[in-house]
C-alpha cells in the first residue's frame, strides 16, 4: 500500500515569506508527528496530532511555526515570516494508534527547505 | 529530559565485515524502548531494530543485532556481513512507553561500506 506522502520534495523561498508544507499520512494511521532535520544533525520533534484530541505542540520553536490535522487525514506545517535557520528537512510520521510505545512511526521522504 | 548521544560521527567498513556503531542514553525511566533508523541519502528513515527495555534479551533482525545494556544505558547496534546497501545515516532513537510520546534523535553515525 502507499506510504506517508509529503509535498513538496523541495521548497526554496525568501526569508519572511511564509510556507506551507503538506503530509499525507497511511490510510488508517490516526497518529501524525512532525519533525525537524537540520543539516548534519538528529530528528528533533515538532508536534503531534492523535485522533481528535488537542495536539502536543510542545516542540514547536517558535509561535511562528503552526500545524493542522483534518480530522484523521492530511496535515499541514506552516512557517510565518520564515527566517534562514528555518531552513531544515521537515519530516513527517504516521502511526496506527499512537497509544503504545511500540508502535512503528512510517516516515515520509520529507520536505526540503531552504530559506534565502 | 531523554538524551540520546552518539559519540561517532563517521564510521567506515568494508565489505563482508562486521561493525558496531555505538549509543548511550540518559534517562529516570523504566518503561520506553530504543530504536535504530537507516536513512540512506533518500532521506527515506527506515526503521533498522527496536528494543522493549523490559526486555533482556537482545533484539536480532537477520544481519541486525543490538547489545542493549540497561543499567550502562547502552543500546549499540551490531552489522554482520556488510553490504554497499548498508551506506547510510545511522540514528539511535528512544521514546518513552505510553501513549503520544515521540521519539528522541541521536545526532547519528555515517556509515561508508567500501569494497
Known amino acids: 500500500g502507499a506510504g506517508v506522502s509529503q509535498s513538496p520534495s523541495n521548497k526554496v523561498t525568501e526569508k519572511g515569506k511564509d510556507v506551507e508544507l503538506r503530509c499525507d499520512p497511511i490510510?488508517?494511521?490516526?497518529?501524525l508527528y512532525w519533525y525537524r532535520q537540520r543539516l548534519g544533525q538528529g530528528l528533533e520533534f515538532l508536534i503531534y496530532f492523535q485522533g481528535n484530541s488537542a495536539p502536543d505542540k510542545s516542540g514547536l520553536p517558535s509561535d511562528r511555526f503552526s500545524a493542522e490535522r483534518t480530522g484523521e487525514s492530511v496535515s499541514t506545517l506552516t512557517i510565518q515570516r520564515t527566517q534562514q535557520e528555518d531552513s531544515a528537512v521537515y519530516l513527517c510520521?504516521?502511526?496506527?494508534?499512537?497509544?503504545?510505545?511500540?508502535?512503528?512511526?512510517?516516515f515520509g521522504p520529507g520536505t526540503r527547505l531552504t530559506v534565502l | 529530559a531523554q538524551t540520546v548521544t552518539q559519540s561517532q560521527p563517521e564510521m567506515s567498513v568494508q565489505e563482508a565485515e562486521t561493525v558496531t556503531l555505538s549509543c548511550t542514553y540518559d534517562?529516570?525511566?523504566?518503561?520506553?524502548?530504543l530504536f535504530w533508523y537507516k536513512q540512506p541519502p533518500s532521506r527515506q528513515m527506515i526503521l533498522v531494530i527496536r528494543?522493549?527495555?523490559?526486555?533482556?534479551q537482545n533484539a536480532t533482525e537477520n544481519r541486525f543485532s543490538v547489545n542493549f545494556q540497561k543499567a550502562a544505558k547502552s543500546f549499540s547496534l551490531k552489522i554482520s556481513d556488510s553490504q554497499l546497501g548498508d551506506t547510510a545515516m545511522y540514528f539511535c532513537?528512544?521514546?518513552?512507553?505510553?501513549?503520544?510520546?515521540?521519539?528522541?534523535f541521536g545526532k547519528g553515525t555515517s556509515l561508508l561500506v567500501t569494497p
Open positions: 490510510s488508517g494511521h490516526t497518529a
Open positions: 528494543q522493549e527495555a523490559y526486555k533482556q
Open positions: 510520521a504516521s502511526s496506527y494508534t499512537g497509544t503504545v510505545g511500540i508502535d512503528e512511526q512510517f
Open positions: 534517562t529516570s525511566e523504566n518503561n520506553y524502548y
Open positions: 532513537a528512544f521514546m518513552m512507553g505510553g501513549p503520544g510520546y515521540a521519539l528522541n
